[in-house]
Nanobody
Framework: QVQLVESGGGLVQAGGSLRLSCAASGRSFGSYFMGWFRQAPGKEREFVAIISWSGGNILYGDSVKGRFTISRDSAKNTVYLQMNSLKPEDTAEYFC???????????????WGQGTQVTVSS
């Protein structure tokens, strides 16, 4: 069984920062890419960022480039999403997920966490 557990969400004012964590357990993730997605009420799930466990491959969604940074700690089996200069439009449920390939599409992700809510007030 595979588990992904997100944490670090909360309420923050516009311009502030949050760091999300995604702890992976249950099996080796050395061959998986780890991604972050977000979903606002009434909207489709949106790609945010992805990183390989080697750290050599990183992609960002256009809406977060220059503001968000994805990183990982392989020893802790944890992936992070540092979010700076937050905007009200960043408000969403944030999910981490694991995929065997580099992809921005949800259908290629096999394992998902339960999500953590991020709310940015104006």
């Amino acid at each position: 069984q595979v588990q992904l557990v997100e944490s670090g969400g909360g309420l923050v004012q516009a311009g502030g920062s949050l760091r999300l964590s995604c702890a992976a357990s249950g099996r080796s993730f050395g061959s998986y890419f780890m991604g972050w997605f977000r979903q606002a009420p009434g909207k489709e799930r949106e790609f945010v960022a992805i990183i390989s466990w080697s750290g050599g491959n990183i992609l960002y969604g256009d809406s977060v480039k220059g503001r968000f940074t994805i990183s990982r700690d392989s020893a802790k089996n944890t992936v992070y999403l540092q979010m700076n200069s937050l905007k009200p439009e960043d408000t969403a449920e944030y999910f981490c997920a694991a995929s065997p390939m580099v992809s921005v599409e949800t259908r290629f992700y096999i394992f998902w966490g339960q999500g953590t809510q991020v709310t940015v007030s104006s």
